[in-house]
């Protein structure tokens, strides 16, 4: 087991297999000691978290949607590294979309459920740059999406 598998065991996380994808795209590519993660949905063990931020979702439902994703992240990290999640050197950048109503502001909050589960799996390595939008609508209704950039080893 490695360290960041025995990490998630410690935060109570088993890992899913990884979302495959739901249009003309691949779930990563590898160029040179970077990975591009593609965007991963909330979704979990009982099934995607649909629905609008300020609209029947509030920041708290938001940051669970957001955790969601992360742990979809990691789960695509551990098949680009071969299984070996220890290869993961950096998470470069993450990259949040929250669909919410016009008006609503607390999209860096939101995606701080993503962020800060990054951080606790990975420490220091999981420090990232990040961009946190908002639009009216994401792919299946989902509430929130993240892609990655990693570095690997």
């Known amino acids: 087991m490695s360290d960041i598998d025995a990490r998630l065991a410690e935060l109570g996380i088993t890992l899913p297999e ?3 994808p739901v249009a003309n795209y691949v779930p990563f590519v590898q160029s040179g000691s970077q ?3 593609s965007g991963q949905v909330s979704i979990g063990a009982d099934g995607l978290v649909k629905g609008t931020l ?3 979702m509030d920041v708290v439902d938001g ?3 957001a955790r969601l994703c992360a742990i979809n992240l990691i789960a695509q990290f551990k098949q680009a590294c071969g299984g070996d999640l220890n290869r ?3 998470v470069v950048k993450l990259g949040g979309f929250v669909a919410a ?3 609503f502001t607390e ?3 939101v995606i701080n459920g993503c962020s ?3 951080v606790e799996v990975f420490g220091d390595a999981g420090r990232h740059a990040r961009s946190a939008v908002s639009c009216p609508a994401l792919p299946l209704g989902a509430a929130v999406e993240v892609d990655a950039v990693i570095e690997i080893a």
């Open 63 to 65: 940051q669970a949607a």
């Open 88 to 90: 993961v050197k950096r």
């Open 18 to 20: 990884p979302v495959a």
């Open 101 to 103: 109503v016009p008006g």
């Open 35 to 37: 990975v591009f993660v």
């Open 107 to 109: 999209i860096p909050q």
């Open 54 to 56: 300020g609209q029947g």
């Open 116 to 118: 800060d589960l990054m």
